[in-house]
């Protein structure tokens, strides 16, 4: 099974995304993860990134892309994987189709956590990562909207899209995902 689960900052993709791989064992692939701890370990990826992400600004395309098709090549993405975090923009979704048919993939699913702002605010705030000040989190709602939104349009033409309502408890939330994919 191939998911890519969808949402804006703060939506609660990577707590979801981390059950669902686990009860369904697939690979979980989270590219704000996968940024930081190249920020963490100061490689060069995690030097260009760093300022980028640290003002809620997008890593761009040629690099996020190279990353996911590297990691969703590797034996053990092949089985399966929810990819979390990506794609964050119509030219990252239109690239993962060709390399997903390149592989030979097929039958993606898209679970999209739906929640108002107020909420998503709330929660960044308490969450205090290095991201999560008042005015880049702004910005990274800013950025959802004007660059993430779409490509759940994208994927509305021609792939399964589940909607998933994000408030609940967090059991409950993975009971709605695992029941729209039949688990
Ligand atoms: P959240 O789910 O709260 O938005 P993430 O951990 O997914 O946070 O991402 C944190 C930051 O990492 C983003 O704000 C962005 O700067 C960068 N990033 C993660 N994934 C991508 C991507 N696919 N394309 C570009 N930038 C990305």
Excluded: W
Aim: proline share 2%; net charge negative.
């Amino acid at each position: 099974m191939y998911l890519i689960i969808l949402g804006p900052p703060g939506a609660g993709k990577g707590t979801q995304s981390v059950l669902v791989a686990e009860k369904l064992g697939l690979k979980h692939l989270s590219t704000g993860e996968i940024l930081r701890k190249a920020v963490t370990e100061g490689t060069e990826l995690g030097l260009k990134a760093k300022e980028v992400m640290d003002a809620g600004n997008l890593v761009s395309d040629d690099i996020m892309i190279g990353i996911i098709k590297e990691a969703i090549s590797a034996e053990d993405a092949r089985k399966g994987f929810i990819l979390d975090g990506f794609p964050r923009t119509l030219q990252q979704a239109v690239q993962l189709d060709k390399i997903m048919e390149s592989l030979g993939y097929d039958g993606l699913k898209v679970i999209n956590i739906t929640l108002d702002d107020n909420e998503l605010i709330r929660r960044m705030l308490g969450r205090g990562r290095k991201d999560d000040s008042e005015e880049t989190i702004k910005n990274r709602l800013k950025v959802y909207c004007e660059q993430t939104a779409p490509v759940r349009e994208h994927y509305k033409q021609n792939t399964a899209v589940f909607d998933i309502y994000g408030i609940g408890t967090v059991n409950e939330i993975n009971s709605r995902i695992l029941e729209v994919l039949g688990k």
